[in-house]
């Protein structure tokens, strides 16, 4: 029996392919390999020296460099919104091909890094003699960055915009905090791409859409027919066009992961503590809104703490909200995502210390002292909030051709919290609470406020500014 390491070593010979593990290979598919497998193999040198030439090469205009495809991703990449797994996808696939052009090597591929396996960074990205390196990362360890909640049972449908969507649930977690946690540019959406770690991250992320698809048991992507795929899909002028086709498999893109299972366990996380700091909401109560501004001009700072705020419901207030959760407790699996009632931040802005990452916060509706004893955490989770998911948001205008807001602006930032509140079902409604859970990296926090934010509600759709 040939083993891993030797197999490997002989350029993913696709003969000889049947003897890795937990993956039925096809002969005609080449292997995305694990970086544990990849970096003991000669390919992992001929990576190596296709970095260190992009890298070394200056002009930008030059998809044979590294800055060209930051600009890439920079330009047009979707967060938060439609085709973010595929935009990626087709992303890796050009990003490989141009790697193989670069190494002289048609069987080069992008390893992907699985943290959930491994949750620190693989040292070779720790060497500061290595084309792997970059400086200012702020963690290598993004344990707490992961959760199974992409791949329950309940999760079958693909697209966002539907109740159990796979795209949102994995961009929110683990994408966004992975991000955050490593920090440095990986907690930029614009320059994220300079960091060697996006790109085994992102193969990651795609294995795991791979994965979550060939589970099968009620998962389901649209169609190629389907109006979802008919949407603005850009690469830029400078990087071919590719049919949406693909997108539904990446087995249409000639490749195949060497372990194609999803994930099934993590490590038993310590129940979230309780916030450090209670807030309770102003009574300066916009018309027709469940919620209140912090006050005039008063901000929100978040900084190493947790902090909860408690949002006081008037009678006709729990009127609005138990009518609400009655409409969504009648909803079917594959009917639209009701996003009724939004937990809204307005000008968010990053501090200085909050723009080099290593950090991000959950955001959960009425979080007890005890989540993760009688039903987990996720139960209550909103969201996630950090550099990236800020950053994101400000990049968001340059994909429609319009130049990018400063950080000065801020910009706003919306949690859907309907569905949230219908699971947790609550008996008594008088007031709703909001809370910031602070999650860092393997470091200690940094103390200093990271994250501000000049008005927090909680409102109805009927209100929301958009």
Same mark, same amino acid.
């Given at each position: 029996m040939i083993s891993r390491r030797r197999f490997l070593q002989s350029s993913l010979t696709l003969a000889l392919v049947p003897l890795l593990p937990r993956v039925a290979f096809s002969a005609t $598919?080449?292997?995305?390999?694990?970086w544990s497998t990849f970096c003991t193999?000669?390919?992992?040198?001929?990576?190596?020296?296709?970095?260190?030439?992009m890298k070394a090469n200056t002009n930008a205009a030059d998809p044979s460099s590294w800055t060209y495809w930051v600009n890439v991703h920079k330009n047009f990449c979707p967060h938060r919104v439609a085709y973010f797994l595929a935009w990626h996808r087709g992303l890796l696939?050009?990003?490989?091909?141009? $790697?193989?052009?670069?190494?002289?090597?048609?069987? $080069?591929?992008?390893?992907?890094?699985?943290?959930?396996?491994?949750?620190?960074m693989p040292i070779e990205f720790t060497d500061t003699t290595s084309p792997l390196y970059i400086v200012n990362r702020q963690s290598t360890d993004v344990t707490n960055a992961l959760s199974l909640d992409p791949f329950a049972g309940t999760v079958v449908n693909f697209q966002r915009g539907l109740t159990n969507a796979f795209e949102t649930t994995v961009e929110t977690l683990p994408h966004n905090p992975v991000h955050n946690l490593i920090g440095g540019a990986m907690s930029n959406v614009t320059i994220s791409p300079k960091d060697p770690i996006f790109w085994v991250h992102h193969g990651n992320i795609d294995r795991l859409w791979?994965?979550?698809?060939?589970?099968?048991?009620?998962?389901?992507?649209?169609?190629?027919?389907?109006?979802?795929?008919?949407?603005?899909?850009?690469?830029?002028?400078?990087?071919?066009?590719?049919?949406?086709?693909?997108?539904?498999?990446e087995t249409a893109l000639g490749y195949q992961y060497e372990d194609g299972t999803m994930p099934t366990a993590l490590p038993a996380p310590p129940p979230p503590p309780p916030p450090a700091v209670t807030l309770q909401a102003l009574s300066s109560t916009p018309q027709g809104a469940l919620a209140v501004s912090l006050g005039g001009g008063q901000q929100l700072a978040l900084d190493e703490r947790s902090v909860s705020i408690v949002v006081p419901l008037s009678e006709a207030d729990r009127n609005q909200v138990r009518s609400l959760l009655l409409k969504q407790a009648a909803t079917k699996v594959?009917?639209?995502?009701?996003?009724? $009632?939004r937990v809204v931040l307005d000008s968010v802005r990053l501090t200085e210390l909050g723009k080099q990452g290593g950090y991000f916060y959950k955001i959960y509706i009425n979080l007890p002292a005890k989540a993760g004893m009688s039903q987990p955490e996720t139960t209550y989770l909103l969201g996630t909030l950090g550099p990236f998911e800020i950053t994101g948001m400000l990049n968001h205008p340059v994909m429609k051709g319009m130049s990018m807001p400063t950080m000065a602006d801020g910009v706003q930032i919306a949690f859907p919290a309907t569905d949230a509140l219908a699971r947790i079902a609550p008996a008594n409604l008088d007031k709703l609470t909001i809370s910031f859970v602070r999650v860092d990296?393997?470091?200690?926090?940094?103390?200093?406020?990271?994250?501000?934010?000049?008005?927090?509600?909680?409102?109805?759709?009927?209100?929301?500014s958009h």
């Open positions: $598919l080449k292997v995305r390999p694990s193999t000669p390919m992992f040198q001929v990576y190596l020296n296709a970095i260190s030439r696939f050009r990003f490989e091909a141009q $790697l193989r052009k670069v190494a002289g090597n048609p069987n $080069l591929m992008i390893p992907y890094w699985d943290y959930y396996t491994t949750p620190v791979a994965a979550w698809c060939n589970a099968g048991a009620g998962r389901t992507m649209p169609v190629r027919t389907d109006p979802y795929w008919s949407g603005s899909f850009n690469y830029g002028p400078a990087v071919a066009a590719m049919a949406r086709s693909w997108a539904i498999s594959r009917a639209p995502a009701d996003n009724s $009632l990296g393997g470091k200690p926090a940094r103390k200093g406020a990271v994250i501000t934010v000049k008005e927090f509600r909680v409102e109805t759709s009927g209100t929301m």
